[in-house]
């Protein structure tokens, strides 16, 4: 059962329905971050924009945003707050080409019968869903994406917390399954404690026993972190080699790590700015081909909101991307369902649970 | 890092402190039923009674019960609807030898370390824990439970909806991992309808795919096993061999299935008096050594009060009894916690993903 | 905004649509307790069975049972369990007439905005959804059904813990706006306990302080009310006159408490045998135009299944059954929908806050 | 029963142990935003500081933070990141004198029963837990503190879903009882999306009907808002008279809202650095005297880190700082307690019918 990429349908633009369409419209942002009354949002869908009698598809889209159509008539899909005064922005309020936008929801389905199924299997997932199939399909696609794919991972705080998870991810790294990782400051700084004092928030990561003083294992690796100026001088400095972040500054997998009021530190990587922040998660996004949540209500909707069901590969062709949420409690599986990421595979499960099965699927050793 | 049973340590009753204490004071009971007033409830632990100067262990005990002092001079721990007119029953409310009565807590414990490192283990329990350590020792303690020990199941509605959780079960059960199993009418009308139908309430249990009409799946087995007469009688007329229940009838394991207010059907087994089905699932709780409790808060706190953390073993030695309980809700764990049942390991995960783990930590294939 | 109960529209049976459709069919039941193959389930909504040429309405449904044609011509909506050998079991498993069965799900929409509204009203209910409009229509409904209508309450073991939340409930009874209520043993024993020492497991169902040796408390009330007889008896020996339970004794509320696995006890009233529960529990369903879960999904998920959407009343006309399910946690709410009783008004919330509102609403003093 | 504070008792720092005990030693920070190893770091109780042979009490604390001795003599507590090189940096990492720090966690603690109370107060919270005395205590607490103390609001996105809960907050703004409100993006947004259009996400707060096309109301309110530079502009033009944020800007209470990476927008007051928000984040809660946290794991425990057990009040004399923390989610107020914000009061309910309660028990009419 190896994996194969769906064919990806193009509507037929050829026919009668697109052909009577008119244009879309547009209008120029009246400030810099404000974009003009009526402005059309996107979704995580393909959308098309009738301009000059021709249907031209936005290709690097997310949720919730604008489209720009620039001077050499390329569709740059731009938050708000990113808009230019002077932008053209796409107005228009209808999908199905009534103003000259469409949406196209069904490209990668075959058939009639896959919208049911489609229904079918999102309702209802919770801690007593089948999820074998699931976790056999994840295992063929991470070994497919791993050589063709971009892989990116999101991760919560609590992640670093066990000793097997965290050797299951590491190894995860090292064997060329993650291209990318998105996290906040708390997930790095366990993660380093970890590294440097096989604990987090001072409790061992394997015998749980919590450490004399603990609490300050956390501050202190904070500050070290700060005093050596970045997080591969600490790693240098104290000849660390443990673990998730150490993987990953190892492989050279590019991190994007964005603060929140909650965090202690912060690391000097992570980035304040969480708008700032957000463009630079998108950076990534915009690579990957793979999404996998996990933990984190924060980053799972925030990556969700980014990142759309389709890639455009640099031969012209669309591909899915694929996003897995994955966390212990419906209610965070269930945002993203609400937000409207209705292409996601959601799973209910412990984090830990997770990534050692994923693992052991793809034959890696643990250390 | 081999399994060791720890060595129980009896209390020195050789001591003054013991030798102070009065004989303990019973009364009989007034009514079938009825304990008299002042009766002294038992715990979970050892606990001792002076008669005629000597201190004498109540062998097989259980929360919340009374012990009956037997003509014989046995000590019965008795659950006071069980309890017959004239029963001498024991009075007293202090554990201390204030009344002649002695809980034992520590029975287990090596040294003074021990109490604190129990107490560091124990509390906030949660998605969040690490489960590493557990897992390693679980599955150390079930390769010398098979041979040495009972292990006994108790299982929620939930468990045979996914296929490879099924199997895992299943190979647990046909490679000696399973003494006697504990559930209600679902678990096993839903595991019979998998191997029936390969389906859980009409859904497929791997490909998640509902079935045309498929609720009727579940109506249908029960009401086929109904007239049957016997689930090995259904298993016989439609040839079935697969699953967890198929597999505990081959090897003979031996179920307890008791009734709830939730319950169709029921099957033929499924003892409708609640009570009646408690009597049962005590009875198979008095061999066991190791209790794993997986997705059932009726069942799982059913199961944990009539749970002593002790067994007597024929040759007179004292072991512990392991008791654990697996939920994907901190919730239902913590209301073991609540009730009493101090003496478990809590796992905060879903089950599916937690018996696929523990199934392949002992090397076994799942089908 | 005063509460009118919606109009019921049965099917037009006059139309060449039911005309065409055939006979339905029936076999009898080969043994005690068994439906023969093919047996016809029903659901929650109200059910047309043609039968001589002539579509009949199975007057009291439930989901899940089968339908038997008496000699009289009645049918009566029958648990499989108790069926009878030879009884006329309805066979079929369509509902859009093909076989003679006719389900109608929409008797109470008027006009066609209806089923949207209601489709979005169902989904996504959370702790976030919005409830104000719930509350005031339920007010709405008590008012009405307090004086035209039967109103049963379903009560999980935890509602008498707290102080407010307990005289609110008494209040209800008091001032008539319960007239049937479900529980298990473990709210009886809670309530009373209340009543007696004014403490729930031992701790004050007011200022929350564990009392010394509080766990007695629990065991000691159960014995007493054993020892007494019944929960009547044990009141008056007592002189206790306080909570919900001696408000429904009061005012001779019809009580029924049904057993399960995790009983201490049980009080004398408790039905041990969960089979003749259910029908006790049935009994007063069949009288009941509204039902209100509290926090069990044990009793909520076995009452929601054999409460029907509607009820016939002594005019024959046919009015809606309303059921309301309120629970802390998303998963037991929606549990409810999974088991397909749609027809149900979910909110997320703390039972404790949702009695107060809606006593304050009926503008109730609380004592 | 009504609201007195209760009465700081300090250290008897004339007792031979104060006196025993060295001064505390401190070492110069090396770097903006680094502490010196060994630094000391802060707990939310007072906590007192020999120096030149006084005992001198960190006024203005806060967890996991340093203290800086000014040259003025004054103890400052500053967060790491805040540090500046050459900062006189506490060290010591013992709280009982031995260093010269003494961390007093009894000052409002009247005899020895007030441990032990505390000690059964606070464990095994949950949506069981019994809630009448919170909600007294707490109105006797909000009546007081309108008129002598300092009350901050700290508020979850979903905060402003319900129409009924939204007035009830409402009211508590006008009628005094709200001298501060943190909270994000998505709460404002959301609430003068209610203020405008009578919807939050594009569903009615009243009658949850969803409004076509309604996710655009979301991004339209954020444009509007950024276009009109301000929320009081935005709510000057449109003549928006509803709501929490409306009555806020009307009575001047002070807003922080901070940034995330799940945010749409952001609203031009939304502050997009982190770090900048927890300084003005910290920067109210100096002021406060209690703090009520509602729904958002993320601000409550933002807030709970920076928020200290007591305040100074300007007579010199200490008093509590309330800490309330209120969600649906047995989660999200655990990990409050994991963080060591022992001090605090969980209640488990849903925010909407907490505020309402709340709102009545103050006598105030919701809109």
Redesign the interface.
């Known amino acids: 059962m190896s994996f194969a990429l769906p064919v990806y349908h193009s509507p037929d633009f050829s026919s009668s329905f697109f052909a009577a369409a008119p244009d879309v419209r547009w209008e120029t942002a ?2 810099d ?3 003009p ?1 009526g ?1 059309h ?1 996107t979704s995580m869908y393909p959308e098309y924009f009738k301009i000059d009698g021709t249907w031209r598809l936005a290709e690097e889209s997310r949720m ?1 945003a604008s489209v720009v159509l620039r001077p050499d008539g390329r569709l740059d899909v731009v938050e ?2 990113n808009l230019r005064k002077g932008d053209r922005v796409i107005l228009g ?1 209808s999908e199905r080409g009534e103003e000259g936008i469409y949406m196209h929801c069904s490209g990668f389905l075959a058939g009639d019968a896959a919208p049911d ?1 489609q229904f ?2 999102r309702q ?1 997932r ?8 699931d ?1 056999d399909e994840l295992i063929e696609l991470l070994r497919y994406e791993r050589d063709h794919g971009n892989i990116l991972w999101v991760m919560g705080p ?1 992640f670093a ?5 965290r050797a299951a991810m590491a190894a995860l790294v090292e064997n060329g399954y993650c291209h990318g990782l998105l996290a906040g400051n708390a997930l790095a700084t366990h993660d380093l404690e970890g590294a440097m004092l096989h604990t ?1 928030l001072g ?8 450490q004399p ?1 603990g ?2 294992h956390h ?2 690796v ?2 070290r972190v ?2 050596c100026g970045s997080i591969p001088a600490f790693i240098r400095e104290y000849e660390l080699d443990d673990g998730i972040i150490c993987a990953c500054v190892k492989k050279g997998v590019p991190l994007v790590l ?9 690391l000097p990587e992570v980035m ?7 463009n630079a ?1 998108r950076a990534l996004v915009k690579r990957c081909t793979t999404v996998i949540c996990l ?1 984190t ?3 799972t ?2 990556t969700g ?1 980014m990142t759309p069901s389709f890639r455009v590969l640099p031969d012209g062709s669309v591909r899915p991307v694929y996003l897995y949420a994955v966390d ?4 965070v599986v ?1 945002k993203l369902l ?1 937000r ?1 990421s209705l292409a996601a595979t959601t799973m ?3 984090v ?3 990534i ?2 994923v693992a ?1 699927g793809l034959d890696l050793t643990e250390t």
């Open positions: 009246p400030a971050g404000v974009a009354e402005f949002s919730d708000n707050r309020r199924d079918v299997f209802g919770s801690r007593e869903t089948s999820y074998a199939r976790y609590a917390f066990d000793a097997g998870a987090a409790q061992d990561i394997y015998t749980q026993i919590s003083n609490h300050y501050l202190d904070c500050n700060r005093r964005t603060g929140s009021i909650r965090d202690d530190g912060p304040g700015d969480v708008y700032a922040g957000q998660m933990a209500m924060l980053h909707i925030a909101n212990a409690d419906e209610f269930n609400d409207g209910v499960t412990n830990q649970d997770f050692r099965t052991r």
